[in-house]
């Protein structure tokens, strides 16, 4: 049972080595730090979104593929391909 043990222990051991170097990885940390987009802030980006499903709502009425292209359509000009 001791010998069961000191395996259980060792593995343990150098499993906890294996996550503090992967911890200590410079690549992921600098992929974390960086935001999505800077681009627009919180209200720009709310507004964007309550035009483009104003623009999809237009398209409902429509059928078919004029449907289809209305919908294509939105999606171009609010960039949400």
């Known amino acids: ?7 259980l222990a060792a593995g343990a051991f150098a499993l906890s080595l294996n996550g503090a170097a992967f911890a200590a990885d410079p690549k992921d940390q600098d992929q974390s730090q960086k935001p999505q987009d800077q681009t627009t802030n919180p209200a720009d ?8 499903l104003a623009a999809l ?3 409902e009425n429509q059928q078919g593929d004029a ?4 919908i294509d359509q939105a999606k171009q000009k ?3 391909m």
């Open 1 to 7: 049972m001791t010998k069961l043990m000191s395996i």
């Open 45 to 52: 980006q709310a507004k964007q979104d309550q035009d483009y």
């Open 57 to 59: 709502k237009k398209c």
């Open 67 to 70: 449907k289809q292209k209305c």
């Open 78 to 80: 609010f960039n949400r």
